[in-house]
């Protein structure tokens, strides 16, 4: 009974402490109870358009799927999930994405099999109890080193590791094979998987006036907004698998499954909007460009020098010409799996002809709509921002101008110097000409000498310089 009694009461105090952490964590984040209250008071807040609408999108959409099912060979059929995960993967070394990994994965199973080679041979009982379990370590050492090498090796640190935009296929592509062979999937399941794209407003802006260390540093310092933000852990409290990734430069995707109900085009777009605001108010963000720092002021007035404006005389009227601080934004979109298969007609994924081929058209097709969907928003954000903060929409759009002014002049000097190796090709070409027209009139002068001094001999042999007549043959 005294046993029982000390562990109700170390139950009990581990119990208030855990409710404790939970109300402080709350009660400190404001951020997180507003973000709360906003998005996921009800479980409406997650709900799609009516049931109806997907009801009677089901049939089109499980026509569809059979298709795709159908492009499946009996190998595919045939494989474990595991196996699946594997082959794709070795697919994916094939094709250049995983370099390197093979040669990994060779050396873990080396030394597994040198472990289980250095028991004796009569221990066969022994190596049977092992191996098993080996095997089990193997697989799942093979799978951290699968992520391993699918991080993006420029943003990626110890504390914040992002995967790359590669990951995020081979992920999409392994939903999507899981649906097809799932005879009960539906036009819900497929509204389970969406992509959310980012793009950094201003980006250029931040590397002209600083460095390119500097923007590296701006977009590590975002890339942990994205993987250990408030709207990252509050989705991913909400039961959604959130797979934040880098997609080169400055842009970023976050794959989102739900596993608890289909996503609406509402519910991603207050997401965007979540993760809008939480970047907006990033101070750690804004401090990477401090607008009222000397060395950048100055290279602010010798950028829109180069633009032909007049510039400033000091460094007041420089500060009065932009924002108090850099206000950081991105701009976003999102996609859902169900437009894109609803979207192809099933003569045409079968035209595909196999499987992979068809599933990677599927997801190239989905970051495309989420990126047109990116540039449309970015579009409207430059009109608002032209009303709403002329200081900063003139910080960011006299550096896009700046930015095509270069770019329009380095197209003039390709196609000037492509226009002068066309015009010293043609006088090399009328050279090369009128030196063999010069030797073809040498040629025919000396031809036209030697005819002269043949005719002349042959006058001198027969008739002493008289020409010689030659009579008909009588009949």
């Avoid at 005294?2 to 105090?13: A, D, N, P, V, Y």
């Avoid at 015009?423 to 000498?449: G, S, V």
Wanted: aromatic share 6%; glycine share 4%.
């Amino acid at each position: 009974m005294g046993q029982l009694q000390e562990q109700r009461t170390l139950f009990s105090i581990m119990l208030i402490k855990i409710i404790c952490i939970i109300v402080s964590s709350c009660a400190n984040s404001a951020y997180f109870c507003h973000l709360c209250s906003q998005v996921l008071t009800t479980p409406e807040r997650l709900s799609i358009a009516p049931d109806k609408e997907l009801l009677d999108q089901d049939a089109a959409i499980q026509e569809r799927l059979r298709v795709l099912e159908c492009l499946l060979t009996d190998e595919e059929r045939g494989r474990t999930p595991y196996e699946q995960q594997q082959a794709d993967m070795r697919a994916e070394v094939v094709s250049g994405h995983l370099q390197g990994l093979e040669t990994s994965v060779q050396q873990l199973r080396r030394q597994v099999f040198a472990t289980l080679n250095l028991l004796e041979p009569q221990q066969v009982e022994t190596r049977n109890e092992v191996r098993p379990i080996y095997e089990e370590w193997l697989k799942e050492q093979i799978a951290l080193l699968h992520k391993v090498y699918w991080h993006d090796p420029i943003l990626s640190q110890p504390e914040t590791e992002i995967l790359s935009k590669g990951y995020g296929f081979f992920q999409l592509r392994q939903h999507m094979r899981n649906l097809v062979q799932n005879e009960y999937a539906n036009a819900s399941d497929l509204q389970n998987n969406a992509v959310l794209f980012f793009d950094v407003n201003g980006m250029r802006t931040v590397v002209d006036l600083t460095d390119h260390e500097n923007g590296t540093a701006f977009l590590r310092e975002l890339a942990k907004v994205f993987i250990h933000g408030t709207t990252t852990k509050l989705l991913r409290d909400q039961g959604l698998e959130v797979t934040p990734m880098s997609a080169g430069g400055d842009e970023f995707h976050i794959h989102i499954h739900s596993s608890v109900r289909p996503l609406a085009a509402e519910t991603l777009e207050q997401f965007n909007t979540m993760y809008r605001q939480e970047v907006e108010g990033a101070t750690q963000l804004s401090g990477y460009l401090n607008l009222r720092d000397p060395v950048i002021l100055r290279k602010f007035a010798h950028l829109i020098t180069e633009e032909g404006m007049p510039g400033p005389s000091n460094l007041e009227e420089l500060e009065k010409m932009l924002p108090e601080r850099f206000k950081p934004s991105i701009s976003t979109g999102a996609a859902t799996m169900l437009e894109i298969v609803r979207s192809m007609d099933p003569e045409q994924i079968r035209a595909f002809g196999s499987f992979t081929d068809a599933i990677t058209a599927i997801t190239q097709a989905l970051f495309k709509l989420a990126d047109e969907r990116q540039q449309t928003w970015k579009e409207q954000f430059k009109d608002r921002l032209e009303k709403e903060d002329p200081k900063t929409y003139a910080l960011l759009i006299r550096n896009d101008e700046n930015r095509d002014l270069h770019s329009k002049l380095s197209q003039a000097k390709r196609i000037m110097r492509k226009k002068n190796n066309q015009l010293q090709a043609e006088r090399l070409q009328n050279h090369l000409l009128r030196k063999e027209n010069t030797q073809l009139q040498e040629e025919n002068m000396r031809l036209l000498l030697c005819v002269a001094e043949m005719r002349g001999s042959a006058f001198n042999l027969l008739g002493k310089g008289k020409p010689v007549e030659i009579s008909q043959p009588q009949t």
